[in-house]
């Protein structure tokens, strides 16, 4: 073959094969950005499910310290409660166990 004849040949040919890398390239970067999209998106995902999942753990965390709050102040007040009632019960018998002394004084002093 002549010289000029090859050299078209090699040029179409080398002008095919760029083409179709080219497509290729061009193929491949639209499917990497394609990816990237959906990875971007999947960890947008993944971050609101955590924060969503904290916010509800603060949450009930609140309200069981709050809960434990309510629960220490009745135990503080029933507990208020039984030592007056056990202070009153301690004065009833303090007084009774006095007027029986006073009584069996005054029994002890008429004999």
Do not use: I, Y
Not at 63 to 69: D, E, G, H, L, M
Not at 73 to 79: I, R, T, V, W
């Amino acid at each position: 073959m002549q010289l000029r004849t090859m050299a078209t040949l090699v040029a179409l040919a080398l002008a095919a094969t760029l083409t179709a890398c080219g497509q290729d390239a061009n193929q491949a970067a639209e499917k990497a950005k394609e990816s990237a999209a959906k990875a971007a998106d999947a960890a947008k995902d993944a971050a609101k499910s955590t924060s969503d999942a904290a916010k509800e753990a603060a949450d009930k965390a609140a309200a069981t310290a709050t809960s434990a709050a309510d629960a220490t102040k009745d135990a503080a007040a029933k507990a208020a409660d039984a030592s007056s009632d056990a202070a009153s019960k301690a004065a009833d018998a303090t007084k009774e166990a006095a007027d029986k002394a006073v009584a069996a004084a005054k029994e002890a002093a008429k004999k």
